[in-house]
C-alpha cells in the first residue's frame, strides 16, 4: 500500500437554497486505500459524490487529482481524469442491453465509430468473471432485476480503469453474498492501487473494509481518523452527536399490548417488490418502518395508501377489512400520507401555504356547493398556528419555506382532515435539527391523542429517538419487528442487512 | 400570478416598493400591454380602426374566438391543450343545420343535438387523454382530423342553408339594444367560467392538477375525472361558438373553423395563462380573445391577405409564448 | 433489445403487407404498377421527412418547424435557379447547406436559449414560413410562376428507374445508412442513452447538447432533401410547400414506432410508417372511399399507435418505478 494521494478535495461547499448542503468539505484519498464516508441521512455524502463525478458545480473549492488540478462540473472531464462511480441508484438506460451500459459511453470503436461488438463482449465477459458477477450480457437492463441492475452499475464503474472508485451505498440491495463478491472486488481493486471512496453508514461494513474513516454531519466534517484507531461507539457519536436526544426529550415509555389495533396488514405482496408483508399498528402508537436503501419501505407504504396498490393481500382497519386501490380510498377512511419527495408529489410550490393546508379537505371549507373564502382562510390560519409554521402568513409562498416549514405544512394538511392513521416517508431528511425536534413533538402528541403513525425513516438514530415499535425490512421483506428499549441498534443495522430475526 | 381564490392570494411578501409593483405588473400583463401598443399602431396606420362601428365589430368578432378561449382556459391549466376546437365548431353548427333542413320547427332539439355532438368529442379526448393517459397534443391531433372527416362524411363539403327558425338565426344575428347577442352570450359564459374557476372546488382542483398533479392525486383530488371534465368543457365551448357561427352567417359546412384553434390558442396565451398549467384565469382569456380579434381587424384594415395572416398570428402566438417566458422568469429572479 | 426491435418492425411490415394484400383484393386498380409507381413517388419524401424527424423524437423531443423547412429550402432553390440562374449543383448544396443551418437555429434555441423543444420548433415553424413569404420570388418577380427549372442536374433528382423513382433510392440509402449509424456506431448509443435516461448518459460522460445539435442539424437536413426531390419534379415551387408535412412526418414517425418519450425506435419503422400511411390514402380512394372518410381513418391509426405504445410503455417498466433508473433519490 503506497501513500501518494490520488485526489485531493479542498473546501468544497454547496448551497441548495435555504440549506447548506456541504460546508467547507476536505478530504485526501490514498492510492490503494479505502477511505469510508459515513454520515447519516441528509448529512452531505451524496453531495459530495455528485460534486466529485462532475455532476453538481460546488459554489467553492477545489479538486486535485494525481497532483493536477480538475475542472468541476462535467462528468466528462471527471471520468477522463480516472474517477468513476457506482452511484446509489443505478444510472442505467431501461433499453439498453446490459454490456451497452456498462461500456457506455466508452465502448470499443474503430477509426469510424463502429463499435466492435465482439471486442466488447469479450471485455465485458472477462470483466464479469473476474469480479464474479453473472449477467446476461444481451438482456435489456430494464428487465433485470434491483440486484442485477445494480451488478450492471458496479460493472459499469469496475469497468472504467479508474484511478479513484467512489462507491454510494454499494451494498444497498444485496444480499449476504453478493456483498462479499464486493468486498473481494475492493480487495483486489486496492492491491492494483485504485482508491476508493466507500459511502456506507452500516458500521460492521466499515470497519471490514475500510483503512481511514470520515464523518460528515448536517454538511460539514467531523471526524477524520485511521480506522484502527476509532471504535465503534466513537463513530456512531460523530455520526449522530449525541445532543438531539436531549433536545427531543425522552418519549414516554408505551404500552402497546393491550392497545387497540387500527391497521393490520396481513400478507401484503406486490410482485417483483415486496411480499409476505403482515404487521399492525396500535391506537397512540409510533411504529418506525426502516431498512437499507432499497428494501421496498416507501413502496410498501405507498401500497397502504394506494398511490401504487399491492397485488395481494389483505388490509384491516378498525377490525373492518378494507380496499384501498386509490389515494382517495385511502383519505375516506381517514388515512394521511405525506410522501417522501416533497418538491415532486406533495407540495404545490408555488401556491400559498393555505391553499396547500386545505388541499386534501376542500369539503370542509365548502358551503351550498361552493368554496367559502372565509372558512378556506380561518382553516388555513388554523392549521399554521398549530403547526407553528413561519412565517405565519397564509399567503405566503410555500416555495420561500425553508425545508423544515414545508414538512409542517404537508403535515397540517392531514392533520386539518379527519386523520385517524398518520404515514410520513422520511419526512425529517435535509432538515435542520430545531425543526426535526418540534416535528418529532408534533408527531408525539398525534400519537399520544390516539392518532398512531407510521414513519418510514433510513435514520437509525432518529427510529430510536422516537420510535414505539420498529419494523426492519430488506429487499421487500420484513426482517424484524422490535420494541423500543429491548433492541440495539447493531441489531437492527443486522436485519437490515438481510439477517432474519 | 393568478390566484385560484380571491382571499387566499398569493403574494410575495418579502419584496415591496414601487419598483417591486412595477416589475409585478410588467410580469404579469406585459404581453397585453405590447399587444395593446401594436394595436394602437394600427389605428395610427388607419384611423377607421378607432370609430365606434369597428370597435363594436371588434366585440363581436371576439365573441366566438371568446366563448372558445374561455372554455378551454381550463384544459391549458390543467397543463393540456385541445387543438380539436376548431373541427368541434364546424361539427356542431353541422348537426344543428341537419336538424333543421328535415324540420324547420325543431329548434331546441337541434342546438341540443349540436352540443352532443361536441359533448361526445370532449368526452373521447377526455378519456383517451385521462384515463388512457395518451399525450394531449397527439390525442386532440388525432380529434381534430377524425371530426373534420366526420363532419365532411355527414355534410359534404357544400354550405347548408338555415333559413328558419327566426329564433335560431338571433343567435347569432339578432341584436338586444343595439348590442348584437353573441357578445351577451360571450360575456355570460365567461362569468360562469370565472365562477367555476374562483368558487368551486372544480375550479381550484384544476389549479392543483396545473400546478403538481402527482400532488394532487395523492391528496385524493379527483384527478382524472376534472381532466376528463376540462376537455369535456373545452369541446361543449366549441359547440356553442359552432352553434353562433351557424346562426351569424345563417349557413354551416364541414369547411368552416378552419385554423380556429390557432385563434384561440392565442387567446389564451396571449392573455397569459402558461401553457405549462397551473398559472392564468379565464378573465386573462377574455382580454386575450378581445386582442386577438382587434388584431385580426387590424390585419383585415390593412388589407392582409389570409396566408399572411395565418404567419402573423402564429408569430404574434411564439412570440407571446417565449416573451412571456422571458419576462416571467426576469421579473422572478429579481 | 435488438429482437425486440426486429419484432417490431416485422409486425409493422405485416400491417403494410396486408393493407397491401386487402386493398389488392378489393380494387383492380391497385394491383398495377402503376399504382407502385405512384406510391414510391408520392410517399418516399415524407418517409425521409419521417425518418429526419425521428432523430429529435428519439431524443424525447419534437421537431415541429421539418415542414417549414421543406418549404423555405424550395423557395431558396426556386430562387437560386430562376431568379439568379445558380447553376444545379451548386443550389444543391446551397440547399442542403440551408436544411442544416435551420435545423442548427433549432438547437440553438433549444440548448442555449434552453426554450422547450415544442416552443421553439413552433417558433421556428412560423418564422421560417414567414421568411419563405419575405423573399419569395413570385410574389417579386411574378413572371417567374410560370418558369420552369430547366438545369439539367437539378432536374435529375427526381427521375427514375422503370418503376423506381430516384427519391425511393434516397429513401433507401439513407435507411441504410442511418440504420447502420444508430444500431451499431457508438453514436447511435449515445442517442439512445440521451434519449432513454438524460441524467445516465450525462453521467457517462456523453455530451448531450453535441448530440441534440446534430438531432436537430439532420432532421432540417432530410427536410431539404425532401425539398429538393419536390421542386425537382415541380419544377417550381409555391409558398405552400410543406404545409403540413410535419404532422405527416411525426404521425409516420409515431406509427413506425419511435415513441414519444424517446430511446425507442429505428429508422426503419417510420419507412414503413410513411408508406402505410400513404397505401392506406391510396387504398382508400380507389376502394371508392369518399377523401373525406381518410383523416379519419389516419387519425384512428395515430391514436392507436399512441395507444399501443404507452402500452408497451407500462409493460417495459413493470414493477420498478421511474425512480430506480435516475440518479439523485
Redesign the interface.
Same mark, same amino acid.
Given at each position: 500500500m503506497e501513500d501518494s494521494v490520488v485526489l485531493r478535495a479542498d473546501s468544497l461547499s454547496k448551497r441548495y437554497g435555504a440549506v447548506q448542503a456541504l460546508k467547507n468539505v476536505s478530504i485526501t484519498l490514498y492510492a490503494g486505500q479505502t477511505h469510508a464516508l459515513v454520515g447519516s441521512n441528509g448529512a452531505g455524502k451524496s453531495t459530495l459524490v455528485k460534486i466529485l463525478t462532475g455532476a453538481v458545480v460546488p459554489d467553492s473549492g477545489t479538486i486535485e487529482i494525481n497532483g493536477k488540478p480538475m475542472p468541476v462540473g462535467d462528468p466528462r472531464t471527471a471520468l477522463d481524469a480516472g474517477i468513476a462511480c457506482i452511484y446509489q441508484w443505478p444510472n442505467l438506460v431501461a433499453e439498453l442491453s446490459v454490456a451497452d451500459n456498462i461500456m457506455l459511453g466508452h465502448h470499443p470503436t474503430n477509426a469510424f465509430g463502429i463499435v466492435n461488438r465482439k471486442v466488447q463482449r469479450r471485455w465485458v465477459r472477462n470483466l464479469l468473471e473476474k469480479h464474479n458477477l453473472q449477467l446476461d450480457l444481451d438482456a435489456p437492463v430494464g428487465s433485470l432485476s434491483s440486484v442485477q441492475q445494480k451488478e450492471v452499475e458496479i460493472a459499469k464503474a469496475l469497468s472504467l480503469d479508474a484511478s479513484v472508485i467512489l462507491m454510494d451505498e454499494p451494498t444497498a440491495a444485496l444480499s449476504h453474498s453478493e456483498v462479499e463478491k464486493l468486498f473481494r472486488s475492493i480487495e483486489q481493486l486496492c492491491q492494483q492501487g485504485v482508491a476508493v471512496l466507500y459511502i456506507s453508514h452500516i458500521l460492521d461494513e466499515i470497519f471490514r473494509v475500510a483503512q481511514r474513516v470520515t464523518v460528515l454531519r448536517d454538511g460539514q466534517l467531523r471526524l477524520s481518523a485511521a480506522a484502527a484507531d476509532l471504535t465503534k461507539a466513537s463513530l456512531v457519536d460523530a455520526m449522530l452527536g449525541r445532543e438531539l436526544s436531549s433536545e427531543v426529550g425522552q418519549a414516554k415509555p408505551q404500552d402497546q399490548v393491550d392497545r387497540p389495533v387500527v391497521l393490520e396488514c396481513r400478507n401484503l405482496n406486490k410482485e417483483g417488490v415486496f411480499s409476505n408483508i403482515s404487521f399492525k399498528v396500535h391506537e397512540g402508537e409510533i411504529l418506525c418502518i426502516t431498512g437499507l436503501v432499497g428494501a421496498k419501505r416507501s413502496e410498501l407504504v405507498r401500497a397502504i395508501f394506494g398511490a401504487d396498490p399491492a397485488d395481494g393481500g389483505e388490509l384491516w382497519l378498525w377490525g373492518k377489512q378494507v380496499r384501498i386501490r386509490h389515494p382517495l380510498d385511502a383519505i375516506r377512511l381517514g388515512i394521511g400520507f405525506v410522501p417522501e419527495d416533497r418538491h415532486q408529489d406533495g407540495l404545490f410550490m408555488q401556491l400559498s401555504i393555505g391553499l396547500n393546508t386545505i388541499m386534501s379537505s376542500l369539503n370542509r371549507v365548502t358551503k351550498a356547493g361552493l368554496l367559502h373564502p372565509g372558512l378556506m382562510r380561518i382553516a388555513a390560519d388554523e392549521q399554521i398556528g398549530k403547526m407553528e409554521i413561519v412565517p405565519a402568513i397564509a399567503d405566503y409562498p410555500v416555495k420561500n419555506l425553508s425545508g423544515g416549514n414545508q414538512q409542517k405544512v404537508q403535515l397540517g394538511r392531514w392533520l386539518m382532515g379527519n386523520t385517524r392513521l398518520l404515514i410520513l416517508d422520511e419526512p425529517t431528511v435535509g432538515i435542520d435539527i430545531g425543526t426535526k425536534a418540534s416535528i418529532y413533538r408534533l408527531l408525539r402528541d398525534l400519537a399520544s391523542n390516539g392518532t398512531p403513525v407510521i414513519v418510514v425513516s433510513s435514520d437509525i438514530e432518529e427510529v430510536l429517538t422516537i420510535a414505539d415499535r420498529i419494523i426492519v425490512m430488506a429487499d421487500g421483506h420484513i426482517t424484524g419487528t422490535y420494541v423500543r428499549g429491548f433492541v440495539t441498534q447493531e441489531q437492527i443495522l443486522a436485519a437490515a442487512s438481510g439477517e432474519m430475526n | 400570478m393568478d390566484s385560484p381564490t380571491s382571499s387566499l392570494r398569493i403574494s410575495d411578501q418579502s419584496r415591496r416598493g414601487f419598483a417591486a409593483l412595477a416589475r409585478k405588473i410588467i410580469g404579469q400583463y406585459g404581453l397585453l400591454i405590447i399587444l395593446f401598443i401594436i394595436t394602437f399602431a394600427f389605428s395610427l396606420l388607419r384611423p377607421a380602426f378607432w370609430s365606434i362601428n369597428n370597435q363594436i365589430n371588434i366585440v363581436f368578432a371576439s365573441s366566438l374566438i371568446g366563448i372558445m378561449a374561455v372554455c378551454s382556459t381550463f384544459v391549458v391549466l390543467t397543463r393540456g391543450i385541445d387543438i380539436s376546437v376548431g373541427s368541434t365548431v364546424a361539427l356542431s353548427g353541422l348537426v344543428a343545420a341537419l336538424i333543421l333542413e328535415s324540420d324547420g320547427t325543431l329548434f331546441i332539439p337541434s342546438i341540443l343535438a349540436g352540443l352532443a355532438a361536441s359533448a361526445v368529442v370532449g368526452l373521447a379526448n377526455g378519456l383517451a387523454i385521462s384515463y388512457l393517459g395518451l399525450p394531449p397534443i397527439v390525442v386532440t391531433l388525432a380529434a381534430l382530423t377524425i371530426v373534420r372527416g366526420v363532419a365532411l362524411l355527414i355534410g359534404g363539403s357544400i354550405l347548408h342553408l338555415i333559413r328558419e327558425p327566426a329564433e335560431f338565426l338571433f343567435i347569432g344575428g339578432g341584436r338586444v339594444l343595439g348590442v348584437p347577442f353573441p357578445i351577451f352570450i360571450f360575456f355570460a359564459i365567461a362569468a360562469l367560467m370565472l365562477f367555476i374557476q374562483v368558487r368551486t372546488q372544480l375550479g381550484l382542483t384544476v389549479f392543483a392538477i396545473g400546478v403538481n398533479e402527482r400532488a394532487a392525486t395523492l391528496c385524493g383530488l379527483p384527478v382524472r375525472f376534472v381532466k376528463l371534465l376540462v376537455y369535456l368543457i373545452s369541446s361543449l365551448g366549441a359547440g356553442i361558438a359552432g352553434i353562433v357561427l351557424a346562426s351569424q352567417v345563417s349557413t354551416a359546412s364541414a369547411n368552416y373553423g378552419n385554423a380556429l384553434e390557432l385563434d384561440v390558442i392565442a387567446a389564451i396565451v396571449v392573455g397569459g395563462t402558461s401553457l405549462n398549467g397551473g398559472q392564468g384565469s379565464v378573465h386573462r382569456s377574455v382580454l386575450g380573445a378581445l386582442l386577438i380579434a382587434a388584431v385580426n381587424n387590424g390585419l383585415s384594415i390593412l388589407n392582409v391577405s389570409t396566408d399572411q395572416q395565418l404567419i402573423a398570428k402564429g408569430a404574434i402566438i411564439v412570440i407571446a409564448i417565449v416573451l412571456g417566458y422571458w419576462l416571467q422568469e426576469w421579473s422572478e429572479r429579481l | 433489445?435488438?429482437r @425486440?426491435q426486429l419484432m417490431g418492425t416485422l409486425s409493422l411490415l405485416t400491417i403494410l403487407l396486408l393493407i397491401v394484400i386487402i386493398f389488392s383484393l378489393v380494387s383492380p386498380n391497385f394491383r398495377t404498377l402503376n399504382n407502385l409507381r405512384s406510391i414510391l413517388s408520392s410517399y418516399s419524401h415524407i418517409a425521409i421527412m419521417a425518418i429526419g424527424v425521428s432523430f429529435p423524437i428519439l431524443l424525447g423531443e419534437i421537431d415541429l418547424s421539418v415542414g417549414a423547412i421543406m418549404g423555405l429550402v424550395g423557395m431558396v432553390m426556386f430562387n437560386l435557379l430562376l431568379i439568379h440562374e445558380v447553376s444545379g449543383p451548386v443550389a444543391i448544396v446551397i440547399g442542403l447547406g440551408i436544411g442544416i443551418l435551420c435545423g442548427l437555429v433549432n438547437a440553438f434555441l433549444i440548448v442555449r436559449l434552453k426554450?422547450q423543444p415544442?416552443?421553439a420548433t413552433?417558433?421556428t415553424? $412560423?418564422?421560417y414560413?414567414?421568411i419563405i413569404?419575405g423573399i419569395s420570388g413570385r410574389q417579386l418577380f411574378p413572371e417567374t410562376t410560370v418558369k420552369a427549372i430547366t438545369d439539367p442536374i437539378y432536374i435529375s433528382i427526381d427521375g427514375r428507374i422503370d418503376i423506381v423513382p430516384y427519391a425511393f433510392i434516397y429513401l433507401i440509402l439513407l435507411v441504410m445508412i442511418t440504420h447502420?449509424v444508430l444500431q451499431?456506431?457508438?453514436?447511435g448509443?449515445?442517442l439512445?442513452?440521451a434519449g432513454?435516461?438524460e441524467?445516465?448518459?450525462?453521467?457517462?460522460?456523453?455530451?448531450v447538447n453535441r448530440i441534440r445539435v446534430f438531432a436537430y442539424a439532420f432532421s432540417g437536413l432530410c427536410s431539404a432533401l425532401a425539398a429538393l426531390i419536390l421542386t425537382s419534379r415541380m419544377r417550381s415551387t409555391q409558398?405552400?410547400l410543406g404545409l403540413s408535412f410535419e404532422?405527416s412526418a411525426i404521425a409516420a414517425a409515431?406509427i413506425g414506432g419511435v415513441s414519444?418519450r424517446g430511446?425507442?425506435g429505428n429508422t426503419v419503422g417510420p419507412a414503413i410508417g410513411a408508406f402505410l400511411t400513404g397505401t392506406l390514402y391510396t387504398g382508400l380512394t380507389m376502394a371508392g372511399v369518399?377523401?373525406?372518410?381518410?383523416? $379519419?381513418?389516419?387519425?384512428?391509426v395515430?391514436?392507436g399507435a399512441?395507444?399501443y405504445d404507452?402500452f408497451l410503455a407500462s409493460r417495459?417498466?413493470?414493477?420498478?418505478?421511474q @425512480?430506480?433508473?435516475?440518479?439523485?433519490?
Amino acid at each position: 500500500m503506497e501513500d501518494s494521494v490520488v485526489l485531493r478535495a479542498d473546501s468544497l461547499s454547496k448551497r441548495y437554497g435555504a440549506v447548506q448542503a456541504l460546508k467547507n468539505v476536505s478530504i485526501t484519498l490514498y492510492a490503494g486505500q479505502t477511505h469510508a464516508l459515513v454520515g447519516s441521512n441528509g448529512a452531505g455524502k451524496s453531495t459530495l459524490v455528485k460534486i466529485l463525478t462532475g455532476a453538481v458545480v460546488p459554489d467553492s473549492g477545489t479538486i486535485e487529482i494525481n497532483g493536477k488540478p480538475m475542472p468541476v462540473g462535467d462528468p466528462r472531464t471527471a471520468l477522463d481524469a480516472g474517477i468513476a462511480c457506482i452511484y446509489q441508484w443505478p444510472n442505467l438506460v431501461a433499453e439498453l442491453s446490459v454490456a451497452d451500459n456498462i461500456m457506455l459511453g466508452h465502448h470499443p470503436t474503430n477509426a469510424f465509430g463502429i463499435v466492435n461488438r465482439k471486442v466488447q463482449r469479450r471485455w465485458v465477459r472477462n470483466l464479469l468473471e473476474k469480479h464474479n458477477l453473472q449477467l446476461d450480457l444481451d438482456a435489456p437492463v430494464g428487465s433485470l432485476s434491483s440486484v442485477q441492475q445494480k451488478e450492471v452499475e458496479i460493472a459499469k464503474a469496475l469497468s472504467l480503469d479508474a484511478s479513484v472508485i467512489l462507491m454510494d451505498e454499494p451494498t444497498a440491495a444485496l444480499s449476504h453474498s453478493e456483498v462479499e463478491k464486493l468486498f473481494r472486488s475492493i480487495e483486489q481493486l486496492c492491491q492494483q492501487g485504485v482508491a476508493v471512496l466507500y459511502i456506507s453508514h452500516i458500521l460492521d461494513e466499515i470497519f471490514r473494509v475500510a483503512q481511514r474513516v470520515t464523518v460528515l454531519r448536517d454538511g460539514q466534517l467531523r471526524l477524520s481518523a485511521a480506522a484502527a484507531d476509532l471504535t465503534k461507539a466513537s463513530l456512531v457519536d460523530a455520526m449522530l452527536g449525541r445532543e438531539l436526544s436531549s433536545e427531543v426529550g425522552q418519549a414516554k415509555p408505551q404500552d402497546q399490548v393491550d392497545r387497540p389495533v387500527v391497521l393490520e396488514c396481513r400478507n401484503l405482496n406486490k410482485e417483483g417488490v415486496f411480499s409476505n408483508i403482515s404487521f399492525k399498528v396500535h391506537e397512540g402508537e409510533i411504529l418506525c418502518i426502516t431498512g437499507l436503501v432499497g428494501a421496498k419501505r416507501s413502496e410498501l407504504v405507498r401500497a397502504i395508501f394506494g398511490a401504487d396498490p399491492a397485488d395481494g393481500g389483505e388490509l384491516w382497519l378498525w377490525g373492518k377489512q378494507v380496499r384501498i386501490r386509490h389515494p382517495l380510498d385511502a383519505i375516506r377512511l381517514g388515512i394521511g400520507f405525506v410522501p417522501e419527495d416533497r418538491h415532486q408529489d406533495g407540495l404545490f410550490m408555488q401556491l400559498s401555504i393555505g391553499l396547500n393546508t386545505i388541499m386534501s379537505s376542500l369539503n370542509r371549507v365548502t358551503k351550498a356547493g361552493l368554496l367559502h373564502p372565509g372558512l378556506m382562510r380561518i382553516a388555513a390560519d388554523e392549521q399554521i398556528g398549530k403547526m407553528e409554521i413561519v412565517p405565519a402568513i397564509a399567503d405566503y409562498p410555500v416555495k420561500n419555506l425553508s425545508g423544515g416549514n414545508q414538512q409542517k405544512v404537508q403535515l397540517g394538511r392531514w392533520l386539518m382532515g379527519n386523520t385517524r392513521l398518520l404515514i410520513l416517508d422520511e419526512p425529517t431528511v435535509g432538515i435542520d435539527i430545531g425543526t426535526k425536534a418540534s416535528i418529532y413533538r408534533l408527531l408525539r402528541d398525534l400519537a399520544s391523542n390516539g392518532t398512531p403513525v407510521i414513519v418510514v425513516s433510513s435514520d437509525i438514530e432518529e427510529v430510536l429517538t422516537i420510535a414505539d415499535r420498529i419494523i426492519v425490512m430488506a429487499d421487500g421483506h420484513i426482517t424484524g419487528t422490535y420494541v423500543r428499549g429491548f433492541v440495539t441498534q447493531e441489531q437492527i443495522l443486522a436485519a437490515a442487512s438481510g439477517e432474519m430475526n | 400570478m393568478d390566484s385560484p381564490t380571491s382571499s387566499l392570494r398569493i403574494s410575495d411578501q418579502s419584496r415591496r416598493g414601487f419598483a417591486a409593483l412595477a416589475r409585478k405588473i410588467i410580469g404579469q400583463y406585459g404581453l397585453l400591454i405590447i399587444l395593446f401598443i401594436i394595436t394602437f399602431a394600427f389605428s395610427l396606420l388607419r384611423p377607421a380602426f378607432w370609430s365606434i362601428n369597428n370597435q363594436i365589430n371588434i366585440v363581436f368578432a371576439s365573441s366566438l374566438i371568446g366563448i372558445m378561449a374561455v372554455c378551454s382556459t381550463f384544459v391549458v391549466l390543467t397543463r393540456g391543450i385541445d387543438i380539436s376546437v376548431g373541427s368541434t365548431v364546424a361539427l356542431s353548427g353541422l348537426v344543428a343545420a341537419l336538424i333543421l333542413e328535415s324540420d324547420g320547427t325543431l329548434f331546441i332539439p337541434s342546438i341540443l343535438a349540436g352540443l352532443a355532438a361536441s359533448a361526445v368529442v370532449g368526452l373521447a379526448n377526455g378519456l383517451a387523454i385521462s384515463y388512457l393517459g395518451l399525450p394531449p397534443i397527439v390525442v386532440t391531433l388525432a380529434a381534430l382530423t377524425i371530426v373534420r372527416g366526420v363532419a365532411l362524411l355527414i355534410g359534404g363539403s357544400i354550405l347548408h342553408l338555415i333559413r328558419e327558425p327566426a329564433e335560431f338565426l338571433f343567435i347569432g344575428g339578432g341584436r338586444v339594444l343595439g348590442v348584437p347577442f353573441p357578445i351577451f352570450i360571450f360575456f355570460a359564459i365567461a362569468a360562469l367560467m370565472l365562477f367555476i374557476q374562483v368558487r368551486t372546488q372544480l375550479g381550484l382542483t384544476v389549479f392543483a392538477i396545473g400546478v403538481n398533479e402527482r400532488a394532487a392525486t395523492l391528496c385524493g383530488l379527483p384527478v382524472r375525472f376534472v381532466k376528463l371534465l376540462v376537455y369535456l368543457i373545452s369541446s361543449l365551448g366549441a359547440g356553442i361558438a359552432g352553434i353562433v357561427l351557424a346562426s351569424q352567417v345563417s349557413t354551416a359546412s364541414a369547411n368552416y373553423g378552419n385554423a380556429l384553434e390557432l385563434d384561440v390558442i392565442a387567446a389564451i396565451v396571449v392573455g397569459g395563462t402558461s401553457l405549462n398549467g397551473g398559472q392564468g384565469s379565464v378573465h386573462r382569456s377574455v382580454l386575450g380573445a378581445l386582442l386577438i380579434a382587434a388584431v385580426n381587424n387590424g390585419l383585415s384594415i390593412l388589407n392582409v391577405s389570409t396566408d399572411q395572416q395565418l404567419i402573423a398570428k402564429g408569430a404574434i402566438i411564439v412570440i407571446a409564448i417565449v416573451l412571456g417566458y422571458w419576462l416571467q422568469e426576469w421579473s422572478e429572479r429579481l | 433489445m435488438q429482437r @425486440k426491435q426486429l419484432m417490431g418492425t416485422l409486425s409493422l411490415l405485416t400491417i403494410l403487407l396486408l393493407i397491401v394484400i386487402i386493398f389488392s383484393l378489393v380494387s383492380p386498380n391497385f394491383r398495377t404498377l402503376n399504382n407502385l409507381r405512384s406510391i414510391l413517388s408520392s410517399y418516399s419524401h415524407i418517409a425521409i421527412m419521417a425518418i429526419g424527424v425521428s432523430f429529435p423524437i428519439l431524443l424525447g423531443e419534437i421537431d415541429l418547424s421539418v415542414g417549414a423547412i421543406m418549404g423555405l429550402v424550395g423557395m431558396v432553390m426556386f430562387n437560386l435557379l430562376l431568379i439568379h440562374e445558380v447553376s444545379g449543383p451548386v443550389a444543391i448544396v446551397i440547399g442542403l447547406g440551408i436544411g442544416i443551418l435551420c435545423g442548427l437555429v433549432n438547437a440553438f434555441l433549444i440548448v442555449r436559449l434552453k426554450l422547450q423543444p415544442f416552443i421553439a420548433t413552433l417558433a421556428t415553424l $412560423v418564422a421560417y414560413r414567414g421568411i419563405i413569404y419575405g423573399i419569395s420570388g413570385r410574389q417579386l418577380f411574378p413572371e417567374t410562376t410560370v418558369k420552369a427549372i430547366t438545369d439539367p442536374i437539378y432536374i435529375s433528382i427526381d427521375g427514375r428507374i422503370d418503376i423506381v423513382p430516384y427519391a425511393f433510392i434516397y429513401l433507401i440509402l439513407l435507411v441504410m445508412i442511418t440504420h447502420l449509424v444508430l444500431q451499431y456506431t457508438r453514436w447511435g448509443i449515445n442517442l439512445y442513452a440521451a434519449g432513454g435516461n438524460e441524467m445516465a448518459a450525462r453521467l457517462s460522460g456523453i455530451n448531450v447538447n453535441r448530440i441534440r445539435v446534430f438531432a436537430y442539424a439532420f432532421s432540417g437536413l432530410c427536410s431539404a432533401l425532401a425539398a429538393l426531390i419536390l421542386t425537382s419534379r415541380m419544377r417550381s415551387t409555391q409558398e405552400s410547400l410543406g404545409l403540413s408535412f410535419e404532422l405527416s412526418a411525426i404521425a409516420a414517425a409515431v406509427i413506425g414506432g419511435v415513441s414519444l418519450r424517446g430511446g425507442v425506435g429505428n429508422t426503419v419503422g417510420p419507412a414503413i410508417g410513411a408508406f402505410l400511411t400513404g397505401t392506406l390514402y391510396t387504398g382508400l380512394t380507389m376502394a371508392g372511399v369518399t377523401t373525406y372518410a381518410q383523416p $379519419v381513418v389516419v387519425g384512428v391509426v395515430l391514436i392507436g399507435a399512441v395507444a399501443y405504445d404507452k402500452f408497451l410503455a407500462s409493460r417495459r417498466v413493470n414493477h420498478r418505478s421511474q @425512480k430506480d433508473m435516475q440518479y439523485g433519490g
